[in-house]
């Protein structure tokens, strides 16, 4: 992320974790609250009046992010680093192996055909073609 880029958020996710980078360069961490409410990530940043080079500015802001189903949402970490990107990031679950059921093959010592069903059908043939 670039400096300037106030407010820009990525969101990735691979087969073993989800990670979201939001840029909150003009938060301080004691004015940022990250929490999990009914699987979403809610992120929210909140400043009172200060001065910058235009005046005065307060600032506030609330992001919530769907936590996908895969996620294991007690192991989300929140790191804040010296540029003022947020990053949140968890393992996901491991997914059980899908194993499948063999399925015996039974021989019936029997023909699946007989003649009398191919009889019965080359009569059904003889009709259509008439």
């Known amino acids: 992320m670039a400096l300037g880029d106030s407010g820009i958020s990525t969101i990735s996710s691979d087969k073993s974790e989800f990670k979201i980078n939001l840029d909150v360069q003009q938060f301080k961490p004691d004015e940022l609250k990250v929490k999990v409410v009914d699987d979403y990530l809610v992120i929210e940043g909140k400043h009172e009046e200060r001065s910058d080079e235009h005046g005065f500015i307060t600032r506030q802001f609330t ?5 996908p189903q895969d996620v294991d ?4 970490e929140s790191n804040l680093s010296t540029d003022g990107v947020l990053t949140l990031k968890a393992k996901k679950k491991p997914t059980p192996e899908i194993e499948g ?3 015996p093959i039974v021989q019936t010592k029997t023909p699946a055909v007989t003649n009398e069903k191919d009889k019965k059908s080359e009569k059904t043939e003889e009709k259509m073609e008439q």
Do not use: C, D, E
């Open 63 to 67: 992001r919530r992010y769907k936590i």
């Open 73 to 76: 949402q007690s192991a989300i």
């Open 101 to 103: 059921r063999t399925i």
